[in-house]
């Protein structure tokens, strides 16, 4: 999976250049029969007409690359007039030779942040861009625990603390299930032979209660008094994930969302964090216990 998703960055970056000069031409080159197509879903995050560019927030490319966010050249101008940021959309993502852009762009009838017909709801999202730089510390936050007690970042002073996100209904084993797999392996670690809190923040709290949070915290054999799991109102946990660069958004009764798990040190400075799933147990708690030494 590695591997993979290098390849993928490695053929993106140069080809996107190429293909962008190409898509400015007033006649643009015909489409190969070697051309190769991959569906492609997201969120519009940016629009530059003058370039025929958006810039989507999109899923992972099923035989091609993992999520993330970037730009794509389109052709269709007049499917790119219809668009505004925040629009969910899908289309088709066309590689040829040294050239890629989007074609048969289809523009979902809500936007991300709005709810679905069913599912998962998010009635507020993250904005993007508003990371906390490594090195620097994490703006306090209040949110409430599996006990239904209100905590805040501040009273883990003292100690390290790791911080991730998921959502008790996530149907995708690799994703939310593994990193609650992760997490209790780390807090076993942690009751063995070392020291701080684990926090576990849903980003679905309209329906991550406290006592459904409980209740799957039960299940992971957490102890609630070092592994926390929090929700809250949905605007302030869309702005705790904003501090750690993680956005969500509801799409077709689930709620897509980037993978993280960040390390702060005892003076609540980010210290490290991981995107994705490339992490294990181990990693982190070795980052915890190298904040912890200072």
């Not at 269709?76 to 050239?99: I, K, M, P």
């Not at 709290?205 to 799957?216: K, S, W």
């Amino acid at each position: 999976m590695r591997s993979r998703r290098r390849a993928a960055i490695l053929w993106i970056v140069p080809l996107f250049a190429a293909a962008a000069a190409s898509c400015r031409r007033s006649a643009e080159p015909a489409v190969s029969g070697a051309a190769e197509r991959f569906a492609i879903a997201g969120v519009v995050r940016a629009l530059d007409a003058a370039r025929s560019e958006i810039t989507l927030e999109h899923e992972p490319v099923e035989g091609l690359m993992g999520a993330m966010t970037m730009p794509f050249p389109v052709r269709d101008r007049e499917a790119l007039a219809t668009l505004s940021v925040g629009d969910r959309l899908s289309a088709t993502l066309v590689r040829d030779g040294g050239r890629f852009w989007l074609e048969g762009i289809r523009k979902e009838n809500a936007k991300a942040g709005s709810a679905p017909s069913a599912g998962p709801m998010a009635s507020a999202t993250p904005r993007p861009n508003r990371g906390t730089p490594v090195g620097e510390q994490v703006a306090d936050f209040t949110l409430v625990e599996q006990t239904g007690h209100a905590v805040r970042l501040s009273e883990f002073r003292g100690q390290p603390v790791a911080v991730t996100f998921l959502y008790t209904r996530c149907p995708i084993a690799t994703a939310c299930p593994m990193t609650t797999a992760k997490f209790s392996k780390l807090d076993a670690m942690l009751a063995k032979g070392g020291s701080g809190v684990l926090l576990t923040v849903t980003v679905d709290p309209e329906h991550d209660t406290p006592a459904v949070l409980a209740q799957y915290a039960s299940h992971a054999g957490a102890d609630p008094k070092r592994w926390k799991f929090l929700t809250g109102d949905p605007k302030a946990v869309a702005d705790v994930a904003e501090r750690f660069g993680v956005l969500y958004y509801p799409d077709k009764g689930q709620i897509v969302h980037q993978q993280a798990v960040a390390v702060l040190d005892p003076r609540g400075r980010l210290t490290n964090i991981y995107y994705g799933e490339d992490w294990e147990p181990e990693h982190i708690f070795r980052d915890m216990e190298k904040a912890r030494r200072g």
